[in-house]
């Protein structure tokens, strides 16, 4: 096999070009094996068996003609290994076994190597995939790994790199959470019609879950990190076609895509944060902006109004429609600030209120809402409200008060570039 | 994210098997690839050329350019079309590039589209291209 491309020699080379198929096939694979099997966990367990069997097979042996095939066949083998294991210890899978066999050692007409690649069955198996990597007996973290590992084709270094936790630890939240679904009994199916839109709100959750922390990171040296955002994004993609007529799966993508639009303009050259006010508008990536307005276009023809996450996309296209902070339309963003409290109250919500409307009618009512905000105390030991009331103190001239919050907020932050910023803005105030 | 190019480079010969292919048949194919890019999330932008018998060739050699009527007489390879692809590594675009359908004896060349971050930003010349594509929501 000809090298096609001129990365790094030998192994390395291999091993990224199985990597690229597995992103690319990885969800239909575990689906379609899911599907077969009707045993999720034993689906991803022989998928990454035969991922691995591919990284030392093919870097050998060079790839193969139909690398799909070949990764749906050896994982089908393992399966049938199981199956037989198993049958020897429990009837139930000697007649799965049994079956199997015969398919087995059939001609070997078309289809009979591979798995039943049913075309229209593959979107069902994918949302499917998706329910259950995001179903609810699942702890927040697992959710997160298990979705990014068996939807996205991510490996367990690459999940761990994102998240800045050990290798182990996702390689344990990924393990209990397949035994957590095999002991729950959860099967492999598309949710019941009166739980699908509760469960589909669950599987929205993860991916904004995982794109914000991809847009802001909470710990660690750089503030963005765009390769794990980008997987969110391509995720909601996937899951917009896959349901088109979910207007807020249609607000999220749009959510996403005018957010990553100001990636660009949000750090400066050394990943230092670049604040709103600061960013150069011209680095706004406008295809994105254009995506993401025509999603939020198609999360409003669904004619029930904004939800949580299209609300959030609305307030990010205000911004992007605005040449400059002075001319954007602050009082717009007060009011879409107010209904996203009702719908999805939470105090990083209140405190965003705040700054729109210190901009839309200036810091002093702005700051007796943080200042409410503060005495209820459910923002406590986070830096984001010392951070904005010390802006706003500065604004109002109670310049010692401001530099005394500013201090705090930094002394709060864990990640490096926003802390940074928090002792500039503190510093300069003399 | 990297975006990336597939260049389809197809022959005299590949260009007319094409021809005497089911034109039907050409649309489902091409639009079960397309497809697939779109549920995977990462088509920005395809377009499909023109037969080259439509087109012109401008050669630049002596003092003034040289036009030539498709098909080209020596070029042994003509462009007929693109897909713009974002992706997250070149062997992503490779793997897809793969699976694009093609002739046999035709080519895909891969290649990456530099954003124009990559660019000096205080080149004058830059700074129009980037408000032009402001205005206008391009690339």
Known sequence: MPQVYDGPPGGDAARRAVEAVWRIESARIVGALARWTRDFPLAEDVAQEALAEALVGWSRDGPPRDPVGWLLATARRRAIDVFRRRSALDERYAALAAGLTEGETAPAAAGTEHLPWDPDRIEDDVLALMFIACHPVLSPEARVALTLRTVGGLSSEEIARAFLVPVPTVQARITRAKRTIAAAGVPFELPP???????????????????????????????????????????????????????????????????????????????????????????????????????????????????????????????????TVGETDWGRIVLLYEALGRVAPSPVVELNRAIALAMAEGPGEALALVDDLAASGRLSGSHLLPG????????????????????????????????????????ALG | MP?????????????????????????????????????????????????????????????????????????????????????????????????????????????RVPGIDEFPQDNEWIVRERAWRERTGQL
């Open chain 1, 388 to 427: 904005v009331r010390g802006e706003l103190l500065a604004r109002l001239g109670r310049t010692a008060e401001a530099r005394a919050e500013l201090e705090l907020a930094a002394r709060l932050c864990r990640n490096v570039t926003e802390r940074a910023v928090l002792l500039r803005k503190a510093a």
């Open chain 1, 193 to 323: 019609a009166d739980e699908r839109r509760e469960r589909l709100g669950g599987v929205l959750s993860v991916l904004y879950v995982i794109f914000t922390e991809g847009s802001t990171a909470t710990a660690g040296e750089r503030l963005l990190r765009p390769e794990l955002a980008y997987e969110a994004v391509r995720l909601c993609r996937t899951l917009v076609v896959l349901v088109p007529e979910e207007a807020e799966a249609h607000a999220l993508l749009a959510l996403f895509e005018l957010t990553a639009a100001r990636f660009p303009a949000r750090t400066g050259p050394d990943g230092e944060a670049v604040l709103l006010e600061d960013q150069d508008r011209r680095l706004w990536d406008r295809s994105a902006i254009r995506r993401g307005v025509a999603e939020l276009g198609h999360a409003l023809a669904g004619g029930r109004g904004l939800g949580p996450y299209g609300l959030q996309a609305a307030i990010a296209s205000c911004h992007a429609a605005a040449p």
């Open chain 2, 3 to 111: 975006k990336y190019m597939l260049i389809m480079r197809g022959t005299d010969e590949t260009n007319a098997k094409m021809a005497d292919a089911s034109f039907d048949e050409m649309l489902e194919t091409v639009g079960r690839f397309n497809e697939e890019l779109i549920r995977a999330g990462v088509l920005v932008a395809a377009e499909g050329l023109e037969d080259p018998s439509q087109g012109v060739v401008i050669e630049f050699g002596g003092e003034t350019p040289v036009v030539t009527d498709g098909p080209y007489g020596e070029t042994k390879e003509l462009f007929g079309g693109f897909y713009l692809i974002d992706v997250a590594s070149k062997e992503e675009a490779v793997e897809w590039g793969k699976r694009l359908p093609a002739f046999p004896g035709s080519k895909c060349e891969v290649r």
